[in-house]
């Protein structure tokens, strides 16, 4: 995986060079392993981290579990849980408990998959105040170019705190399947995330790779 990175790294050098004082880069990395332990229910449990090469620290980390029930062939549901921390860089982590619910849509129009992802939140802190928040999210995927899996997409998503406060976190997707088989899938990709922080919204460049395991 470490090799994989090194390459992906190198074909997006330019995105860090490129960033102005205000704007980030930042390298995530999510590894995820799904079952379905009964006929259309599935059980996915996932780690992710967002690492800051400029400071070359960990700036979240968090695990989460998913159950998910495949109702119908187009609509899923299902409810998960996540603890997260934050790093806030002054030798302390913000933990967060994150209980949710979902609604995942899909339908393939031609050779073209569009998906349409629905979550609501509610996140908990001990020194902070709780508050729910929708995330809502559209992916297209293109047609495979491939047998192994060569697929690109594109994707947005927004995230809509429901305490009045309204759309504070926003990032546009482009990003491609590198491989695909039965039990192994890997994703690259980059992300344009634009944030609000103190009537402020900051920028940020983003290198992702996602590894996905069906067993």
Do not use: C
């Amino acid at each position: 995986m470490q090799k994989l990175y090194v390459i992906v790294l190198l074909i997006f050098t330019g995105i860090n060079s490129f960033a102005q004082d205000d704007r980030s880069f930042e390298l995530w990395n999510k590894n995820q392993v799904e079952i379905e332990p009964w006929n259309k229910i599935s059980i996915t449990v996932s780690e992710k981290i967002h690492y800051s090469p400029k400071r070359t620290t960990l700036d979240l980390k968090y695990g989460e579990i998913l159950v998910g029930h495949q109702v119908l062939n187009w609509m899923e549901y299902g409810v998960g849980s996540r603890l997260s921390y934050t790093n806030l860089q002054v030798g302390e982590w913000l933990p967060e408990n994150r209980p949710m619910l979902f609604v995942n849509l899909g339908k393939d129009i031609g050779k073209f998959e569009f998906d349409f992802y629905n979550r609501l939140e509610y996140r908990t802190y001990k020194e902070l105040n709780n508050y729910f928040r929708y995330r809502q999210s559209l992916r297209m995927k293109f047609p495979a170019i491939t047998e192994w899996g060569l697929q690109f997409y594109v994707q947005n998503e927004s995230f809509i705190k429901l305490n009045g406060e309204g759309t504070h976190l926003a990032r546009f997707y482009a990003g491609f399947t590198a491989f695909e088989k039965e039990h192994l899938e890997i994703k690259i990709y980059y992300a344009l995330q634009k944030q609000e922080l103190q009537n402020h919204w900051l920028t940020a460049d983003i290198l992702g790779l996602n590894l996905s395991f069906d067993i």
